[in-house]
């Protein structure tokens, strides 16, 4: 495939980009590098079927000007920040919705048909039922973040009917996994490394969490890009168990060799439109012959011991 | 209440206007006469709690002005076309999703916090269930037109969690009667004007719709704004029964004593995101003690005598 990348140099984004390349398709990597490390494609880069393109995705003419010849686009750029929300309104808006919609403008003026994208198990809002399948009842929106993930997945959707696109959407939970460079491992890591007897956590550490390592992501991804055929794909991502934050701490200190004392903020979610219990029925997913291969425990070891080897991510993410 | 009125000059914003004026509120009526038509507001302009401020909800800047003191906001502006669409996709993207945010902006700068909005029952795409309730299972959206409006009201629930606004949620069949701009009875009216022995119809007039007579659906607003507490209200709004294309022409024709050829452009849909079965469960607004008071039949007469008393609409929109 000749496939295009944004937000190639992210988490997901370059860990993906590899694993395309790995497997011998040609990548255009599209990236502002706002939130992106350069540093995250230098096995990419020494690549000779991988580019960089340097560009914003909101300046419609440059991305569509980059995707000429794309056949598969991964839409991996996002603000994903879900917690600061509140903050800064209008960049989920600019950055998942206007960017979205910019994308398939470009795919349909280059001739690109088929979008994977991610999206997130947090529209589902606070549901009622768990696992939580793809068919829940219609959700209410509990945050920017996720709301403007769902009206990314409506327009790609009204893409389809329209213009005859193909979609894979993923509702993803967390992802974790080597380049993670935000969420709660990083929070706790850099707080351990600055006072080794305190954690300060949010809310009261009894949510309750799915978690996802990266490279199971990645080959959901790929194998249901392969596989589906459909129009309309809408899978969700994780894996069959979640955990208390509590379990995670605990995983965290005791792998660091640490006793903190927790503090917590209280309530029973961390933050605004924070869901106290993300749990999602992976079965169509499953269907397809994918199963995750770490246990969340794993994935967030995994992830620690990619901080601890590259301190640099906690410096440069303050 | 002192209130706030986008799409003032529009079909469904005129007449909420009117009723709002007529219950003792104060108006102000904002609108860029893009669509609407000053002329719905003759009666309205002539009450000293109404005022008309003229412009653009692209303006930020504008829209937090003039929404200064209202405590109520009803964001009526949309654009309305779901047909065509596919012809201009920024369209719903800038009319619906992003002005939407602009009025969400404008409230919280302003410190207005309750909002009534209408959505559409097209965002529950093509559902199995009928009547459709709001708990219907999470649903693909099939035109730009719903997506933008799934959008919008995501990022308006989105803002109950994050700044503690209350809204009131309305998902509409189509609606009908006086001031009645667009849609298929000014269509079907439109060509027997021109051509009275020949009808063309879109699709194959099986397709199975709802429609509202706008002073039951202004009745329903009102009703729920000032009787639901909840911080989220989300209501659907139609009659309990539908009718075919075909029973809609019959009564068309019958009443202007016309009997045309029919000629179908074949196919369930009508266009690219038209739904072949719009049936809303609203069992939800019924609780609250309303009803409508015509039927489809009665307000499809309705609109057809609007237009006759008004053929400068027709004039109006080519």
């Given at each position: 495939m000749r496939t295009f990348v944004t937000g190639a140099a992210g988490f997901i984004g370059s860990n993906l980009v590899d694993r395309l390349l790995a497997a011998g398709h040609e990548v255009t990597g599209f990236d502002n590098l706002s939130t992106g490390f350069r540093r995250f494609l230098e096995g990419a880069e020494a690549n000779a079927r991988f580019r960089l393109i340097e560009g914003d995705l909101l300046d419609l003419e440059a991305v569509t000007r980059a995707m000429?010849?794309?056949?598969?686009?991964?839409?991996?750029?996002?603000?994903?920040?879900?917690?600061?929300?509140p903050d800064h309104p209008r960049r989920d808006l600019e950055q998942n919705t206007i960017v979205t919609w910019n994308v398939l403008e470009a795919m349909r003026a280059a001739g690109a048909r088929r979008i994977a994208f991610p999206s997130t198990g947090?529209?589902?809002?606070?549901?009622?039922?768990?696992?939580?399948?793809?068919?829940?009842?219609?959700p209410v929106q509990t945050s920017l973040y996720a709301a403007s993930k769902l009206a990314a997945e409506g327009m790609i959707t009204a893409y389809v009917a329209a213009f005859g696109f193909q979609a894979y959407i993923f509702r993803f939970v967390s992802i974790l996994g080597?380049?993670?460079?935000?969420?709660h491992v990083l929070d706790f890591y850099r707080q351990l490394r600055e006072h080794p007897r305190r954690l300060d956590v949010l809310g009261?550490?009894?949510?309750r969490k799915s978690y996802l390592y990266v490279q199971d992501c990645v080959n959901a991804i790929l194998l249901a890009v392969e596989g589906c055929t459909g129009a309309v794909n809408i899978l969700n991502l994780g894996t069959d168990e979640y955990c208390q934050v509590n379990d995670s701490i605990g995983w965290i200190s005791g792998h660091l060799g640490l006793t903190p004392e927790l503090q917590y903020a209280g309530g029973?979610?961390?933050?605004?439109?924070?869901?106290?219990f993300i749990f999602l029925d992976c079965a169509r997913m499953r269907a397809l012959g994918w199963k995750p291969e770490l246990t969340i425990e794993q994935g967030i070891i995994r992830t620690l011991e990619f901080l601890r080897r590259n301190p640099w991510v906690l410096e440069a993410r303050v």
């Open positions: 000429a010849g794309a056949d598969c686009v991964f839409h991996l750029a996002a603000n994903a920040d879900v917690r600061f929300g947090s529209v589902y809002g606070e549901p009622e039922i768990f696992p939580t399948p793809e068919t829940a009842p219609f080597e380049r993670y460079t935000h969420g009261d550490g009894r949510q029973e979610r961390g933050w605004v439109g924070d869901s106290p």
